[in-house]
């Protein structure tokens, strides 16, 4: 099974810096690899597929980066919706899928 | 709109089974992967597998296997998760969640479905 981790596992910083999200597979997944975010309550909201492609309505200021193993989500400059809990998932060993353990993303 | 329309919540005893649906609306249900995940109270997404509507066809989490079954009725749109001999650990929301073969990622959720396994 491939494992992800994701790093860090908190991260806290305020609205309007940059944050750097890092996903780490055990084993090369190629560009099968996508991010998403969860608030308390809800359902995850899939931000990034493919590695770097963004999903239908998702903002410019989050992008995705990598392929291989190491794995990037980046948000240009932080709103106060932003702050949650982001996860990776690959799909590399079909039907196989597996989720990284979340960064959570507080304000400072 | 698309959405994926998940049954309510369910108290089962340790030893049951439970079986959650998902109905799918907005788009066509054959066309699109069911993919179904958990979560513990406090904890991260886990991933249980998946079906293709399509031709039935599912795939297991190994962890799962033996105790999960996946099924769809097309004439109504919905697919079923169905897990079996429960146990406390198994007490999570279950989400459906739709999927596609060509490309990574989970573009529809279900609301989620809270099961309960309590004595």
């Known amino acids: 099974e491939i494992v992800l981790t994701q790093s860090p596992a908190t991260l806290s910083l305020s609205p309007g810096e940059r944050a750097t999200l890092s996903c780490r597979a055990s084993?090369?997944?190629?560009?099968?690899l996508a991010w998403y975010q969860q608030k308390p309550g809800q359902a995850p909201r899939l931000l990034i597929y493919?590695?770097?492609n963004r999903a239908t309505g998702i903002p410019a200021r989050f992008s995705g980066s990598g392929s291989g193993t190491d794995f990037t989500l980046t948000i240009s400059s932080l709103e106060p919706e932003d702050f949650a809990v982001y996860y990776c998932q690959q799909r590399s060993n079909w039907p196989g899928i597996t989720f990284g353990q979340g960064t959570r993303l507080e304000i400072k | 709109q698309v959405q994926l329309v998940q049954s309510g919540a369910e108290v089962k005893k340790p030893g049951a089974s439970v079986k959650v649906s998902c109905k799918a609306s907005?788009?066509?249900?054959?066309?699109?992967?069911i993919n179904w995940v958990r979560q513990a109270t406090g904890q991260g997404l886990e991933w249980m597998g998946w079906?293709?509507?399509?031709?039935?066809?599912?795939g297991y989490a190994q962890k799962f296997q033996g105790r999960v079954t996946m099924t769809r009725n097309t004439s109504i749109s919905t697919a079923y998760m169905e897990l079996s001999s429960l146990r406390s650990e198994d007490t999570a929301v279950y989400y459906c969640a739709r999927g596609s073969a060509f490309s990574t990622g989970m573009d529809v959720w279900g609301q989620g479905t809270t099961v309960t396994v309590s004595s």
């Open positions: 493919d590695a770097s």
């Open positions: 084993q090369s997944v190629s560009s099968y």
């Open positions: 079906m293709n509507p399509n031709s039935g066809n599912t």
């Open positions: 907005g788009y066509t249900f054959t066309s699109y992967d």
